[in-house]
């Protein structure tokens, strides 16, 4: 089975700078996707970014970038110019391409970003 | 609405007891997904619905939980005799997924209904 792991419960950073979470999967497939997504104090999960892993290229939306190595199987999410609505919970996540397991995602444990003013 | 809503919002319940959480989809999404959250923990999948297929019921922890999604459109989850280790947040999600082309949907979430068992 697939498993998805993010190795730092917390984290916090300064208004305006940058921070990096990171995550790490294990997987024997080699079609996926991989996803951020921010889950606020309201609860509702919401989609951060996705990438294909058959892309090379990292995926961006404004302020948000990934660094995807597929052989390491890593998957880090940088949040540029960071903002005091950024502060959330933070759940990688993996999906199949194909297949039965394609019906469901497989999520880390998360991090909880606090964004200090 | 425009997103997917999920009532009731909060829900405490006596350990023993049934309980029913409800999800509306975005209209038009042919499917639907629960998970589960629990305290500290990612989400962990339940239950899939496609359109008219069976339903992919291969994450539902236990016979006390069910699902039914009935015209194509609301579900229900259903929790039997509920126990205290039950006692997470219950996350719906919908989208357009397209039979057979793989899992390339987008999931959008609704808020969730807490669930406290005592």
């Known amino acids: 089975a697939q498993t998805v792991t993010q190795s730092q419960p917390e984290m916090s950073v300064q208004e305006a700078e940058t921070v990096t979470l990171s995550c790490t999967y294990d997987?024997?497939?080699?079609?996926?996707?991989l996803f951020w997504y921010k889950q606020p104090p309201s609860r509702q999960m919401i989609l951060v970014i996705r990438?294909?892993?058959?892309?090379?290229q990292n995926a961006t939306e404004n302020r948000f970038s990934v660094n995807f190595q597929k052989a390491a199987k890593s998957f880090s999410l940088k949040i540029s110019d960071s903002q005091l609505g950024d502060a959330a919970m933070y759940f990688c996540?993996?999906?199949?391409?194909?297949?039965?397991?394609?019906?469901?995602?497989?999520f880390g444990t998360g991090t909880s970003l606090t964004v200090i003013p | 609405g425009a997103g997917v809503s999920q009532s009731p919002s909060n829900k405490v319940t006596e350990k023993g007891k049934d309980v029913e959480l409800r999800c509306d989809p975005i209209?038009?999404?042919?499917?639907l997904y629960w998970y589960r959250q629990s305290l500290g923990q990612g989400l962990e999948f339940l239950i899939y619905?496609?359109?008219?297929?069976?339903?992919?019921k291969s994450g539902l922890p236990s016979d006390r939980f069910s699902a039914e999604r009935t015209g194509g459109s609301v579900s229900t989850l259903t929790i039997q005799r509920t126990q205290q280790e039950d006692s997470a947040v219950y996350l719906c999600?919908?989208?357009?997924?397209?039979?057979?082309?793989?899992?390339?949907?987008?999931?959008?979430f609704g808020p969730g209904t807490r669930l406290t068992v005592l």
């Open positions: 999600a919908s989208s357009l997924r397209v039979p057979g082309q793989g899992a390339t949907d987008t999931q959008y």
């Open positions: 997987t024997s497939e080699s079609d996926y996707y």
């Open positions: 996540a993996y999906r199949s391409l194909y297949g039965i397991t394609g019906n469901q995602f497989y």
């Open positions: 209209s038009g999404h042919t499917a």
């Open positions: 619905f496609q359109g008219n297929s069976a339903p992919d």
């Open positions: 990438q294909e892993a058959y892309k090379q």
